[in-house]
C-alpha cells in the first residue's frame, strides 16, 4: 500500500461474509439449502437507499474490487482505478457493493465449500451455476441490503453479462 494513501483510494476494506439460510434453487434443478456470499462495500448508503450501485466481477475476479485490505498489501483491488473518490463510480456519491458471485473461490459458497449432506467439500459434485443464478442470487443480497433498485449495475466481460441479466430478469430494480 502506497504510503501516504492517495486521497482518491476508498482505504483499508474489510470483506463480509453474509450467510443466507434461505435456499436457493438452481437454474439447473439442484437447491442449496444455505449458502454465504462474500462482499465488500465502500461508501454510504443513502436514508432511502437509492445511491446503491453493484459492481459484478469477470471470471476470474472476486469482492476485492478497491482499495486495501492491511497496509501490507501491494496492490488494490481489481477496480481500483474506476472507484473510490473523484473517480468515475465516485463513492462520494455511491455505495458500491461488490461480490464474490455464488460458487466463487474467494469466500462465497462454491466447489471448495463443505457439502453439509456429506461433510465434505463439495468439489465437482457442486452445482453448475450460471449467470441467471448469479444475478437470482445478487438480487436476495440486494433485499438483504435494504437496495430496492440499483442506481446502476456495472460490469466487464463476464460481469457485463450479469449487468445484461440483471435489465432481463429484473428491469425494475435497476435504473442504469
Not at 457485463?160 to 428491469?171: R, T
Amino acid at each position: 500500500m502506497p504510503d501516504p494513501l492517495p486521497t482518491d483510494s476508498v482505504g483499508i476494506v474489510t470483506p463480509q461474509t453474509l450467510h443466507f439460510d434461505t435456499p436457493i434453487t438452481l437454474a439447473c434443478g439442484q437447491t442449496l439449502e444455505s449458502y454465504d456470499l462474500v462482499i465488500e462495500t465502500y461508501g454510504k448508503l443513502n436514508a432511502d437507499a437509492t445511491n446503491a450501485v453493484l459492481i459484478c466481477h469477470a471470471l476470474s475476479g472476486h469482492h476485492h474490487a478497491a482499495g486495501y485490505h492491511s497496509k501490507e498489501d501491494r496492490k488494490p483491488g481489481w477496480w481500483d482505478s474506476c472507484i473510490g473518490p473523484g473517480k468515475p463510480i465516485d463513492t462520494n456519491r455511491f455505495f458500491v457493493v461488490s461480490l464474490n458471485n455464488l460458487g466463487g473461490c474467494h469466500g462465497s459458497t462454491g466447489p471448495g465449500s463443505v457439502n453439509p449432506k456429506t461433510g465434505q467439500p463439495y468439489g465437482p459434485d457442486f452445482p453448475v451455476i450460471t449467470v441467471r443464478d448469479w444475478v437470482h442470487s445478487q438480487a436476495l443480497l440486494a433485499d438483504r441490503l435494504g437496495i430496492e433498485c440499483w442506481a446502476a449495475v456495472v460490469g466487464g466481460s463476464l460481469g457485463g453479462m450479469q449487468a445484461l441479466q440483471w435489465s432481463l430478469d429484473y428491469p425494475d430494480r435497476l435504473r442504469h
